[in-house]
Every structure is written in structure tokens, then in C-alpha cells.
């Protein structure tokens, strides 16, 4: 019986995904929790058969699945396919898109709405939203007549960023799997793991695969998001709110006063 030889890529990888993270062996053994000549063995391939908690530590920091790790090639991928694995789109993941998503349920085994405090806000960009312990300590959100499809989940937003939705407003976004499948211009609850933060933006997926956000206050600026910084999108569905919403009217008197406030400077300048 002839049998076919799979190569193995996983010193290669993990090598070229170090470097691509500008990390030298020292720094990267640190953060795995190994000794850096065990690093420098793996990268080297002389270590043969790694213990399984090596590639899972090694996929999770890096946010590839192991298959990924040991089947494919990387290096021949290119930055945009490397980064669209980081984000979750990997061949070797059931369904090619599918995210793996913690989540709780009530008595009824219906999925609960979980909460995200303000103050949860960090622990949940930098690991927490995969962690099912975490997840399930999370205070609930009661929404009522909530469509029984998909998966919800509460944040509270900051800031005046996103008026007229004012400060302190709780946005209910339903979880997006598949981004390709973003129109233009969402509004979404964008979860980042290079800031560690969660924002409430207007978003668009440029061509390149990356997030460009932009905030309905137009005092602020339009920034691109790089895809391997996002962990997952909520895209809007619902908010609760205390206060009224005010609209644009007091908007259009802030821009309005610093039209008139450029004007002045400009007329003293010229004198």
C-alpha cells in the first residue's frame, strides 16, 4: 500500500509568524511560557513531537488553528490570506468562516444576552470573548420579543463619538460571522485585540480585508483597522438609553461655531 508523505510546516511557521510579529525568540518564549532553546528547537525542528499543550499555546497566541499550523505553508500565503487566518476565515476550520463563539444559556436552553461592563471591557478584548468561564460570569441582558436566530450581545458605549447616540447608551449587536457579508457603512460593536478596546463605529470592509471605521460625529477621523487586530463584530441592532437622544441640531451648532471660530483666527492672522 502506497502511502502519501504530508509535509509539516510548523517550524517554518512559527518562525516566520515570530518574525512577522517582529518578536525575538527571548520575548516570544516568555509569552508561551517556555524556555527560549526549546523555542530555538522548535523554530530549528529538532524537537519532533511537541507536547499537545505546545500547539495550542502557539495557535492561540497567534490565532491560527493547528492544522493551519502544521499543513500549510505560510510564508507562500501572503499578508493579506495571513491576516484574514488571524481573523478566523481558516480553510481548516468547520465551515471555512464559522467563529468559534462562547456563549451561556438560561434553564430553557435558549442563548442568554450577556452584558459587557465598561469595566470588562479589556478583559474581554484580550481573551475573554473566547473564554467560556469568562463568558458565563458575565451579567444578562433581558431584551424582549428578540429574534430566536442568531447570537446578541449587550455594550455599553462611551464618549460622544457616535451621536446622537449619547454617552453611556448600551448597544445590542447581533454577532456577524461571516464579515464578507457587511454592507457598507454598518453601524457595529467592533471588538480589537491590538488596543484591547470595543468601539461602536460605522464600518466598512475595504478590499484589502481590513476595517475602515468611521464615527457619526464627524469631529472625528476615519482610521483603518488592520484585520488581524479584530476578534468580532456585533453588527447593531438595538440600544437603551436613558436620555433622549438629541439628533443632529446639536451637532450642526458645534461645527457651526467652529466654522465661526476658524473664520475669527483667520481674519486676525491676516491683520
Not at 505560510?74 to 490570506?81: I, P, Q, S, V
Not at 447608551?169 to 461571516?178: A, C, E, K, N, Y
Request: proline share 5%; aromatic share 10%; glycine share 6%.
Amino acid at each position: 500500500m502506497n502511502h502519501t508523505t504530508q509535509n509539516i510546516f510548523f517550524n517554518t511557521n512559527l518562525k516566520y509568524l515570530r518574525e512577522r510579529k517582529k518578536l525575538n525568540q527571548e520575548k516570544l518564549a516568555q509569552i508561551l511560557a517556555i524556555t527560549r532553546s526549546k523555542l530555538a528547537a522548535l523554530e530549528a525542528g529538532t524537537t519532533k513531537a511537541p507536547p499537545p499543550e505546545d500547539y495550542v499555546n502557539i495557535s492561540a497566541f497567534f490565532h491560527i488553528s493547528i492544522d493551519t499550523l502544521l499543513k500549510i505553508d505560510l510564508r507562500k500565503l501572503g499578508e493579506f490570506k495571513v491576516r484574514e487566518l488571524e481573523a478566523g476565515n481558516d480553510i481548516y476550520i468547520k465551515g471555512g468562516n464559522l467563529r468559534v463563539l462562547a456563549v451561556s444559556v438560561d434553564r430553557a436552553d435558549h442563548e442568554n444576552v450577556e452584558y459587557v461592563p465598561i469595566k470588562a471591557r479589556a478583559g474581554y478584548a484580550s481573551g475573554g470573548y473566547s473564554d467560556q468561564e469568562y463568558i458565563a460570569e458575565l451579567p444578562k441582558y433581558n431584551i424582549p420579543n428578540l429574534p430566536r436566530t442568531g447570537t446578541y450581545r449587550t455594550f455599553p458605549i462611551t464618549g460622544d463619538s457616535m451621536l446622537p447616540f449619547p454617552d453611556g447608551t448600551d448597544i445590542t449587536g447581533r454577532f456577524v460571522q461571516d464579515w464578507h457579508t457587511l454592507k457598507p457603512d454598518t453601524l457595529a460593536v467592533v471588538v480589537l485585540s491590538g488596543t484591547q478596546d470595543i468601539v461602536f463605529k460605522s464600518i466598512t470592509l475595504s478590499e484589502e480585508g481590513n476595517l475602515e471605521c468611521r464615527s457619526l460625529n464627524e469631529l472625528y477621523e476615519p482610521y483603518t483597522v488592520p484585520a488581524g487586530e479584530v476578534r468580532e463584530i456585533w453588527e447593531y441592532y438595538a440600544y437603551t438609553t436613558r436620555e433622549i437622544p438629541k439628533g443632529n441640531a446639536d451637532m450642526d451648532r458645534v461645527l457651526s461655531a467652529l466654522e465661526e471660530i476658524k473664520s475669527i483666527v483667520r481674519t486676525k492672522t491676516k491683520r
